[in-house]
């Protein structure tokens, strides 16, 4: 039973290339540019799929991209894909194609009982139904099972989809008349115009609502051409603008990937999604929009009907009409909602009276009635004027509805536009627009042909314009319509129901009236409640009859409801079009593949990775850090800290400059020393710390720690230019690789490979020298931090690995030892010394770490020192306080019982502060911590600490540091 | 997404900038009582307004003026910040 015409003049289909495929277990034939819906109607098919909710049977609607009922789950060569939509993807040869949502497949869908169980469902019942905690698991199994749309199918082969970038000076989107006759507009002004359509193909609806003419498809077509042969028109079709940012920034939806567009001027003409009518059984196979059918005659060729009755209330309708008899298709009737025909409708009204065919005028759609195979038999209307005023029954198969248009305005609520409701065309129109958006054709509420081809060139003319292109044009005023193009309330209530509402989610007009009577009476708590709009479609064919019927409840205008935020992406987007590759930057020092080498165990440090320690075979964890932590301590070790943040500061100011970054005195540092310095926030936070040394009289070179070195670079260019205080900074962090190397043994070691002299008189405690170290220029600091004899050795990147090997080669007869993070962190625990970021968090102020010899208050200023002035004089809130677990020789009895980090002191049952650093020891072979408490805690001899499964230990207070307390080994040093 | 004009880099993406908070005027801390230094730190002006504001472009360092209005997000003017206080700006 074909229903394919022959050659109808712009059609879309290759006749001489058959596609064969299967459909619900049935081989079926289509040509190649068929959609899969198009084949489907072409080869006598009705029911496409099944509803969402009552599974009742569905056909076409729409034909334009939402015909959400009839989804495909779609089997061919590279997998299964699910939610294939049947409306608008072309068929190919050897697809597998089943109606999603079925079970027992389309035919005979076993749950088309919930169609008779639809009165026990009413609006809110999962909200109403589900909220016992007992029941809730079942229901949400029973459910899970029975909704959902196609499969997704894991074992699909993975499609990486890089996104692309465009640039245009205008873009036009929609490439219908207007859009066509806006972007020639522009173009011929001298702008470049990237122009783009969702459809296969431009043309919109200028090709197929003829209205049984040639004449607007021909005036299209040559538009087409001409748009086509300006080389400043480049046209995407299959694209569609998903969304709409800030400065003319546009995401469009390719087959194949995103586009990301930046224009400077955005013209919207995407016209407007033709609107059913709400009548019993208007939801029938065969019952659809009239721009439904014309799309299936002119793209197509196919012929939806064989006796149809056209339901209308615009001069689009009386054109459909003519387009059916022109193809040869019965038509039983118009059925027009309004009492007489409009000023267009009129010639159109007369030729199909002189054709014979019968006009009702005043119709109000009673039901449409099944035929058995579930789709429109009969539809029964009343009508007040026409041929024959009263009650009627016609037997047809389709019923093509022209009751009105939704603007598809959505891009410019993104763009913020202001709408107003214009009662002229019943629809909502842009009032203002944002500086570089235009709105031209149906959104702007232009309807006839060629006034829309006026429109668009005023557009067109105004964006190149505004830009500079051309000289500037005033955007007029749109075009008044002279017979209004959509019905006020195409709402035709049945005392039994199923009249639909929302197709997606099978919503009937007293679900909505329901809603509103629960107190849901806005148009946001309508949506949400009732899910009006929230389907695949996203109530593109709903939203507007949804807002009639509310403001029909509320007895109050639409435009004082206005409508609901179509947020981006306004028409659904493949995820793989949104996924992009993993993209995490990770820094490595220049010594990483020695690390890894050795066998280093990873962790993360700000964006960098470093070793946590070395792991041995045969040793866990906690004996590789101890064996690296005793090396330290006994003989020499080295560690990577080429992390930090290096800074490097010039000029006449740089000292004052530091003076008032740093809680410490540098005006008075000699050149060849370092000192350390306290860096706060103006609320006297401690938010980092760094070693700063001088090099010379104008320049100094200083680390901040691995996490921040990024933004505080950033924010010491902002201070320096907010303080007028000209220096030169330099980020020296990636130039620069670090290693510490520390130790009784480092001096000998190092002493191998550098003339430098590092006798202590030469060389300091706190010193910094430039000197040559395995051949390579290095800047040498002899720092503390671990407790040693030490010296942080900064060298080039490029030279890091040579000056690690040759430490490593002459350290080997001391058996130097590499060490990691954990034992960096145990050994600095063990003198006391803070970590910023872990012994203080984001209100520790400098007073409350037990630091006052870094704290410079005399100086005329510092960030933060205001604000510890105040502190200074209120009561402490916490300080820290060091503490050690009594010595055991069952370690892992120990290991059980020992706090972490950030378990709970308490103090009398209140939380009195938190454990920060804890650890094992194997120097003191014992478990340290430090503590930030408050005051009256930290004078007890004994914490009280919650550790793991609640359990609560006693920990004794003990004066940090817990090694060397004087600091003698890391001043001079073994004399070895 | 959103453009900005860099002074000395001219329009780019507002992903290589970084914003580095209002532009405030820091009383006098010698002169200013514990009150009015704490109504500094800790009291920012949050209502919508056209603001001056600290921006930095990132891959070149460049700090600049950013004169925003935050109830429309609307970027009115971006100067270095010399020039910007050379035209006698009064900062809130």
Known sequence: MSRRLPHVQGERIDRGNTVEFTFEGRRLQGYRGDTISSALVASGARVLGRSFKYHRPRGLLSAAGHDVNALMQVRREDGSVPNVRADVVQVAADWDINAVNTRGGLARDRLAIFNRLAPFLPVGFYYKAFHSKRWFPR????????????????????????????????????????????????????????????????????????????????????????????????????????????????????????????????????????????????????????????????????????????????????????????????????????????????????????????????????????????????????????????????????????????????????????????????????????????????????YSFADRLEDGRNAGACAAGQIGFGIAVERRAAIAARECPTHPYPVFPHPRGKEFVDFDEDLQVKDLRNACQEGFDSSELLKRFSTVGMGPSQGKHSNMNALRILANVRGEPIERLGPTTARPMFHPVPLAHLAGRGFTPERRTALDSDHEARGAVWMPAGNWRRPEYYAIAGKSREQAIADEVRAVRARVGMIDVGTLGKIEVHGPHAAQFLERLYTARFANLKVGMTRYGLLLDEAGVVVDDGVIGRLGEQAFYFTTTTGNSATLFREFGRLATSWDLPVGLVNLTGHYAALNLAGPASRAVLREHTELDLADVAFPYLGVREAQVAGAPCRIMRVGFVGELGYEIHVPFQHAADVWRALLASGSRFQIQPFGVEAQRMLRLEKGHVIVGQDTDGITNALEIGMPWAIKMDKPFFIGQRSLRVLAKQPRRQTLVGFTLPSSDEASVQARRRPKECHLVLDGGQIAGRVTSVGWSPTLARCIGLGLVTPQVALRKHLRVRIDRGEEIDVEVVQAPFYDPSGERQRVGDPL | MKLMTCPINGPRVISEFAYGGEVRSMPDPEKADDAAWA??????????????????????????????????????????????????????
């Open chain 1, 139 to 446: 229901w949400e199994r029973m459910f899970r099972n029975l909704t959902g749309l196609g499969e997704v199918d894991l074992r699909a082969p993975h499609r990486s989809t890089p996104k692309r970038y465009e640039f245009c000076d205008v873009l036009v989107i929609g490439a219908g008349p207007s859009g066509l006759a806006a972007a020639l507009a522009a173009a011929e002004q001298g702008a470049s115009v990237l122009l783009v359509d969702e459809n296969s193909s431009a043309g919109g609806s200028g090709l197929y609502a003829r209205g049984g003419a040639t004449q607007f498809a021909q005036q299209t077509e040559a538009l087409i051409a001409t748009a086509q042969g300006n080389p400043r028109i480049r046209l995407l079709t299959s694209t569609y603008a998903a969304c709409y940012y800030a400065d003319h920034w546009v995401a469009l939806v390719s087959p194949e990937c995103l586009v990301k567009v930046r224009a400077r001027g955005v013209i919207v003409a995407q016209g407007a999604y033709e609107q059913p009518a709400v009548f019993r059984g208007n939801d029938l196979p065969g019952v659809m929009l009239a721009s439904a059918a014309q799309r299936m005659l002119y793209h197509y060729a196919v012929v939806t009907a064989r006796r149809v009755a056209v339901l209308t209330s615009n001069s689009e309708g009386y054109a459909a009409a003519l387009d059916a008899l022109a193809h040869g298709v019965e038509l039983a009737a118009v059925l027009d909602l309004r009492l007489e025909a409009g000023v267009d409708s009129t010639a159109a009204a007369q030729e199909l009276v002189r054709r014979g065919v019968p006009i009702h005028y005043g119709v109000k759609p009673i039901e449409a009635v099944a035929g058995a195979d579930g789709g429109v038999a009969s539809l029964v209307f009343e009508s007040t004027a026409g041929v024959a005023p009263g009650k009627h029954t016609l037997d047809l198969d389709s019923v093509w509805m022209s009751v009105g248009f939704a603007p598809a305005n959505a891009l410019l609520h993104q763009a913020d536009a202001r709408m107003s409701y214009e009662r002229s065309t019943e629809q909502f129109v842009p009032q203002t627009l944002p500086p570089g958006i235009y709105a031209c054709g149906k959104v702007n509420g232009v």
């Open chain 2, 39 to 92: 109504d500094y730190v800790f009291n920012h002006n949050s209502l919508p307004a056209v603001k001056a504001e600290w921006w930095c472009h990132t891959p070149s360092g460049v700090w600049f003026i950013a004169e925003r209005d935050t109830a429309t997000d609307t970027i009115l003017r971006t100067s270095l910040y010399a020039i910007w206080r050379g035209q006698g700006q009064a900062v809130s």
